[in-house]
Nanobody, 115 residues
Framework: QVQLVESGGGLVQPGGSLRLSCAAS????????MGWYRQAPGKERELVAT???????NYAGSVKGRFTISRDNAKNTMDLRMNSLKSEDTAVYYC?????????WGQGTQVTVSS
């Protein structure tokens, strides 16, 4: 079992910045992929960004250049730095951990971009 605890999020004005953090604990496999997904009201959950244990990253086109994902393998933590936030970034953001055979989700944290 893997537990994921998210922190960060909240209300920010358009153009502002936020940082999300995710801490993983439990049976962490050395080779894994962690990532952030988001779900806006009435929409399906979508990929935001992923980073694997070799630090290779992948971003959705809508956030590329504005968001930066990072991780600390020694601490089993992952961050998402979000800059130049837009109203369309408003959603519940979920931390994800997966290996070739398992996947786990965090409880989600709300990000609201509004003036």
């Amino acid at each position: 079992q893997v537990q994921l605890v998210e922190s960060g999020g909240g209300l920010v004005q358009p153009g502002g910045s936020l940082r999300l953090s995710c801490a993983a604990s439990g049976s962490i496999f050395r080779f894994n992929v962690m990532g952030w997904y988001r779900q806006a009201p009435g929409k399906e959950r979508e990929l935001v960004a992923t980073i694997n244990s070799a630090y290779a990253t992948n971003y959705a086109g809508s956030v590329k250049g504005r968001f930066t994902i990072s991780r600390d393998n020694a601490k089993n933590t992952m961050d998402l730095r979000m800059n130049s936030l837009k109203s369309e970034d408003t959603a519940v953001y979920y931390c994800n951990y997966r290996t070739s055979s398992t996947t786990y989700w965090g409880q989600g944290t709300q990000v609201t971009v509004s003036s």
